[in-house]
């Protein structure tokens, strides 16, 4: 775990993005492509990388397999520390608007080693977050809301009757993974599952009593201000990936799990709050 600041202006946007898996045949380079030029071309906008930044897959690996190693100027990709040295130089270009890079379960695997991840966000300039941290917020020195970030969440196994039951089950089952592992966090983002979700505040009806007669309201998201955020009214999501799920021609460890969008998040902020986090899909 690891507590990180952040001054940011009180109007802006923060990309929540991970699961770039670098150095793989299966990686969408022109989706990451985008969304770095994206942050470079739009103003106060700043990103979080959720980990596994590198497929990070050695050749003593029961996963490896050369026919998906991506490769340059005629050379297979397939050294952990040259596709760092890729992500690096890819996401060069924004590396002044990058807040924190966590660890994913792929470099993780190397841990003995090296720490990759560490690597990357130390050439890049961004705090290296392990593989979870907080985010706190702040406009002039003052906490406008905190974030929590993970990699360290179970992939979905969900059983159900059809498309609608099945989204439920997967929002339902995020928000169960992460609400208790902070209390006063606005917003909780979890990388790994290489999903696209979005789980918005509840806006749950509620009556309250008043000298008028009864009166109604809705549950909205509460930035609080240091204090408990009850589940309800936070936002929760997952980052989305950047790795394919399938490539003519090559079979993969990730045949195994179901099609998934690619592309990652995007927070508004207006005036010290959270407006929307939006899908940016590639």
Known sequence: MQRVEKEI??????????????????????GIKKIVNYIQSTKMCYWCHLGDWIEAIATDDKRFNRDTCRATKGKPIQIPQEQADEMIKLFSPIKGRGIVGLMGNHELKLYRYSNLAEYICRNLGITYGTMEARVIFKNSGKRIFSAFLTHRIRMFRI???????ANGNIQASLKQQLYKRMGDCAVMVAGHAHQLIVVPPSP???????????????LTGDMGDGGYIYPNRRWYCCSGSFRKRYVDGVDDYADI??????????????????????????
């Open 9 to 30: 202006p009180l109007n802006c946007e923060i990309v929540f993005m991970g699961d770039t898996h670098g150095g793989s045949l299966l990686t969408h380079y022109r």
């Open 257 to 282: 799990y179901d099609p998934n969008e690619m592309g990652c998040l995007i927070m508004v902020v207006r005036n010290g709050e959270i407006k929307d986090i939006k899908k940016f899909k590639v």
């Open 159 to 165: 059983q159900a009757k059809d498309y609608i039951q």
């Open 204 to 218: 749950e009806l509620y009556l309250v009593d008043s000298p008028d007669g009864i009166k109604q309201h809705y």
